[in-house]
Every structure is written in structure tokens, then in C-alpha cells.
């Protein structure tokens, strides 16, 4: 048996060589490389795409967070409630508008926010959650919009791991008042670089963003409010304008991977794989199992020659980059329980289905060596 990379992108961009290569010909041609046509495109599309009225193209995923923060005036002394087990950039963003992080635990089942914790996190400071939609999978943003609404939060979604998910009310980037795309390389959406986006049904804070993004300008030259310098490349916008026709079809390979694997996985005892019920929502980013054996089993799977990797081990809170926050082991248990059980199995769209099964077969092999810690 070959090894089984934890990701391989090449099939994703083969196909598409000669496309990718046109649209960096035309965009070398025009010689437009910041804020032309292409990403005034690619904003249209990937708007419409999310079933959104605007898009503003930025630098990186962590920018379209911190730039929703500043366009709704988060910064000192605010409160922003966010999960406990997430990419450590949702926090950065947090602390890089100045405000605090103030971490919600998770729901053990679907890795994201625990809607029913979400109250009791609120003080008179808090002025927005950000529900991530963490590995494709929608948060619980009924119940998330309900309490905010109530408490007069501002709702902005992560949803760099959730390029066209799908949730109760709709599409990810839809469901909060302002949404954040990553089109970092490994994301369902990914350039061939950095890259990212703001969504949003409202007028008024894209027309903030659009600003901010670009030194708080929107006439050259007249500066109406401070700003930074993030705008997706031009080059990137023609590239993603080549990848973003494919991604529905490249969401349903991941779902068809995501079935394969809960099919077989499933009754594995001692392993607890995603919801069967997600398949069809979620747009399956990662796919994660949990286990009390990780370590092992990943150093296993490795043996087999199938690569494997965690998501994430250290949770925002106990790192030592966050310890001025004041939390301790402790704090979050069920996220922490994550961090040291959850384990990234290889998904992409272009994955053979005898990878997969040897994936599995690997799986079941190590159960069956009866080394599951108590
Ligand atoms: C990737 C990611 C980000 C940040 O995106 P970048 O483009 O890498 O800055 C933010 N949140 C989550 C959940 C992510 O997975």
C-alpha cells in the first residue's frame, strides 16, 4: 500500500493547470495587481455563492475576523465570547482589536460552542460572540442568534472551515450579522497563497470593511476613519474565480469520504466518529474521530503509512501566549478533553476509496490490538 498523506492538493489543482495558468496570464497582462477587476469579480461571485449581498475580499482569514471586529467599533474594554476549542486566530482576532477573549465551552458532539453555556459567559461588556463553524460543520445559531439578540450582540461567524455548510436557516456567511472566509491553501476554498473574505447582508458595515481594509479609504486620498492594509490580491481573486465553479462538486467528494468513513468506523467501540445526521450539512473541512488511545493510535496509523494530524492540541486558553487571560487547566473541560482525544483523519476531495479503506482497515486493526486505556 502507497502512504497516505494527510492532504494531498494536487488533484484538486491538476485538472485545472491550464485555467489557473490563463487567469495568471490575463491578470499579468492587465497588470492590475491590487483591487481591480478580478477581485471585484470574485466579491460578486463568492457573494452570491453564500447567498449574501456583499463580499469584501481580504487578506487572510484572521483580517476578515479582526476587520468585522473594528467595522462594528470592538476594541478596549469590550468582551467577545468565543469557543474554547478553535483555531487559536478566532482569539487573535480578538486581542488584536484590543478587546478580551472570553471562551465558551463546546457541545462534546459537534465540537462547536455550547449554546447553552452562552448566557452565562455575558457581562455588561460583551459586545459580540463568534460561533466558528468548526471543521465544516454549522454551530447551533438559532439558539446562538436568540441569546445574542437578547443581549444585543453582534453575531459574527467563523466560517473558515465552513465554505458552503449548510445550517437550520440557511448557508454559512448568512447566518450572523457579518461572516469570515479563509481561502488559506488547505481550506475547502483555497488559494494558492493567502487570502480571505468578509460576508455580510448589511450595507452599511461591508461599506466599513471595504474601508478599513484599504487604509479606511474609499476615495483615494480621503481617509473618513483609521484603517489597515488587507485586501485579497488581485492575482488570487482570478485563481479562486477558477476554483470556486468546483467547489460544490469537491463538497460532495468530501461527503462522499466523510459516509465512507462513518459507515465503516462507526461501531469501532472506544472511537466516537461524527454524526451520521452531518453528513449532508456539514462540508466536512476535517474529519475527526476521538478516541482516549489518540497518541497511540495516531503513531499506529503512521506505522501503516497513513499520515494523520490534530486539531487542535493545545486549546487556545492553555497557551501560554493567551496565560494573561487568567484561565487554568480546567476551565473548559470538555474542550480540553478534545484536545488530547480528537484526531484528524486524511479527507480531501480526490482521496481514493482504497485509501480510505486502508484508512479504516488501520483503524480497526488497532482496536483489535485491545491497547484502548481504560
Ligand atoms: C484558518 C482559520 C482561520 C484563519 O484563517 P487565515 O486565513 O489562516 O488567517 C480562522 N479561524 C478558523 C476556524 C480557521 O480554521
Same mark, same amino acid.
Do not use: M, W
Given at each position: 500500500m502507497t502512504r497516505v498523506p494527510f492532504l494531498d492538493l494536487r488533484p484538486s489543482h491538476e485538472p485545472l493547470r491550464d485555467e489557473l495558468e490563463r487567469a495568471f496570464a490575463r491578470t499579468l497582462t492587465r497588470s492590475?495587481?491590487?483591487?481591480g477587476p478580478e477581485v471585484e469579480a470574485f466579491e460578486a461571485e463568492f457573494a452570491e455563492y453564500c447567498n449574501v449581498r456583499h463580499c469584501v475580499g481580504v487578506g487572510n482569514g484572521l483580517d476578515a475576523l479582526k476587520i468585522i471586529l473594528l467595522s462594528c467599533g470592538v476594541g478596549p474594554g469590550d468582551e467577545v465570547i468565543v469557543p +474554547? /476549542?478553535?483555531?487559536?486566530a478566532t482569539w487573535l482576532a480578538v486581542t488584536e482589536v484590543g478587546a478580551r477573549p472570553v471562551g465558551v465551552d463546546i457541545e +462534546?458532539? &459537534?465540537?462547536?460552542?455550547?449554546s447553552a453555556l452562552l448566557s452565562g459567559a455575558i457581562t455588561p461588556r460583551t459586545r459580540a460572540v463568534i460561533p466558528v463553524h468548526l471543521y465544516g460543520r454549522v454551530a447551533d445559531m438559532r439558539a446562538i442568534r436568540a441569546v445574542a439578540q437578547a443581549h444585543k450582540l453582534v453575531v459574527i461567524e467563523d466560517a473558515a472551515q465552513a465554505h458552503g455548510a449548510s445550517g437550520e436557516d440557511g448557508m +454559512?456567511?448568512?447566518?450572523?450579522?457579518a461572516a469570515a472566509f479563509s481561502?488559506? *491553501?488547505?481550506?475547502?476554498?483555497?488559494?494558492?497563497g493567502d487570502g480571505g473574505a468578509i460576508v455580510t447582508n448589511d450595507a452599511d458595515l461591508a461599506g466599513r470593511a471595504r474601508a478599513i481594509r484599504n487604509y479606511?479609504?474609499?476615495?483615494?486620498? /480621503?481617509?473618513e476613519r483609521l484603517g489597515t492594509n488587507s485586501r485579497l490580491d488581485e492575482l488570487q481573486a482570478a485563481l479562486l474565480r477558477v476554483k470556486l465553479p468546483r467547489l460544490r462538486a469537491q463538497t460532495q467528494a468530501r461527503r462522499a469520504t466523510a459516509r465512507a468513513y462513518i459507515e465503516r468506523?462507526?461501531?469501532? *467501540?472506544?472511537l466516537t466518529c461524527p454524526d451520521k445526521g452531518a453528513v449532508d450539512d456539514a462540508v466536512w473541512h476535517l474529519f475527526v474521530v476521538q478516541t482516549a488511545g489518540r497518541d497511540a493510535l495516531a503513531a499506529h496509523l503512521e506505522s501503516r503509512g497513513i499520515g494523520t494530524l490534530v /486539531?487542535?492540541?493545545?486549546a487556545p486558553h492553555r497557551q501560554p501566549a493567551l496565560a494573561h487571560l487568567g484561565y &487554568?487547566?480546567?476551565?473548559f473541560p470538555v474542550a480540553e478533553r478534545a484536545a488530547a482525544e480528537v484526531l484528524s483523519l486524511p479527507l480531501w476531495p480526490g482521496i481514493a476509496p482504497s485509501s480510505v479503506s486502508h484508512v479504516c482497515a488501520s483503524v480497526e486493526e488497532w482496536f483489535a490490538l485491545g491497547k484502548l486505556p481504560p
Open positions: 492590475t495587481f491590487v483591487l +474554547a /476549542h478553535t483555531a487559536i +462534546a458532539r &459537534s465540537y462547536n460552542l455550547d +454559512a456567511g448568512g447566518l450572523g450579522d481561502f488559506y *491553501p488547505t481550506k475547502n476554498l483555497g488559494a494558492l479606511g479609504s474609499t476615495r483615494k486620498n /480621503h481617509h468506523l462507526d461501531q469501532v *467501540p472506544g /486539531h487542535y492540541p493545545i &487554568s487547566e480546567g476551565s
